[in-house]
């Protein structure tokens, strides 16, 4: 059985830095592509990085770039997302998203909120 279940989100203030947490099971983190989603109130649902099950590559949102870094260890099962420089427009559900093989899976989320 497929489970992705996240950790790590809360209150913090703007210029701050959170570190995500997603725990896979049920699948190898070999054979997905797998990363971060998020959606904020009113908004879109958007990809904010992740890693391709072709070749490892990571893949960024213009939005985060050189402020978030996705890591995983293989072996733990683990994703992690480590958050920095984090801004008010950040605020978001933020939700890990696997892809393994044909099916895809979602976390239930964890709130992010990024204020003063």
């Known amino acids: 059985q497929v489970q992705l279940v996240e950790s790590g989100g809360g209150l913090v203030q703007p210029g701050g830095s959170l570190r995500l947490s997603c725990a896979a099971s049920?699948?190898?983190?070999?054979?997905?592509?797998i990363g971060w989603f998020r959606q904020a109130p009113g908004k879109e649902r958007e990809a904010v990085s992740c890693f391709s099950r072709s070749d490892g590559s990571t893949y960024y949102a213009d939005s985060v770039k050189g402020r978030f870094t996705i890591s995983r260890d293989n072996a733990k099962k683990m994703v992690y997302l480590q958050m920095n420089s984090l801004e008010p427009d950040d605020t978001a559900v933020y939700s890990c998203?696997?892809?393994?093989?044909?099916?895809?899976?979602w976390g239930q989320g964890t709130q992010v909120t990024v204020s003063s």
């Open positions: 998203h696997a892809q393994v093989f044909s099916e895809v899976y």
């Open positions: 049920g699948f190898s983190l070999d054979n997905s592509h």
